[in-house]
């Protein structure tokens, strides 16, 4: 693929992810894929053959990858888990204030939206969720409980993240910080 043909690709993946972060997956429909990225129609068919399901499962998973990007950076910078954590719900707090309190999980609303019914979605939500579990899972390594903690860290974030939306308030991701800091010590 050309510079050109990668170029348009990346413009309908970016705003897919922008529509299905802001308005969920059925938010997110082909005409507003195309209109919001200004792709030719044919280039969504020759970019994504399957469709809106391809579309918003590469969506999911390179949204997923900026996160996970950032919890390496984050990795590499903490001295300690509780840094760690207190850095992730900054990130993801900040990235949520600064879009107007419309851009929470990148992957929450298609999961809630589709893991039941759509098996690729359910596994391109899946694998991003493993990915994160597994960065955190770094971070507790040593710790006999860090499976366990990995993911009830993630969920605590995760319904942070629902709360503070729901609420237009960054207060729930503060609450959770604590008690993630209390949990770890």
Not at 68 to 82: F, K
Not at 149 to 174: F, M, W
């Amino acid at each position: 693929m050309g510079q050109k043909g990668a170029e348009t690709r990346d413009r309908l993946l970016d705003a897919t992810q922008e529509l299905v972060e802001t308005g969920g997956y059925f938010g997110a429909g082909l005409n507003q894929v195309i209109a919001a990225s200004g792709a030719p129609r044919g280039s969504l068919y020759f970019h994504f053959p399957g469709g809106k399901d391809q579309l918003v499962g590469e969506s999911v998973r390179r949204a997923g990858d900026v996160i996970g990007d950032a919890l390496g950076g984050l990795a590499d910078s903490s001295p300690s888990v509780e840094e760690f954590v207190d850095g992730l719900l900054r990130h993801l707090g900040d990235r949520l204030q600064e879009s107007g309190w419309r851009k929470g999980c990148p992957v929450a609303t298609v999961a809630l939206e589709t893991a039941a019914t759509n098996d690729p979605l359910q596994e391109a939500c899946s694998e991003v969720y493993t990915s994160w579990e597994a960065a955190l899972r770094a971070q507790l390594a040593g710790r006999p409980d860090a499976d366990d903690l990995a993911v009830t860290i993630l969920a605590l974030v995760e319904g942070a993240l629902l709360l503070a939306r729901a609420h237009r308030s960054r207060k729930p991701l503060d609450s959770v910080a604590r008690r993630i800091g209390a949990l770890l010590s």
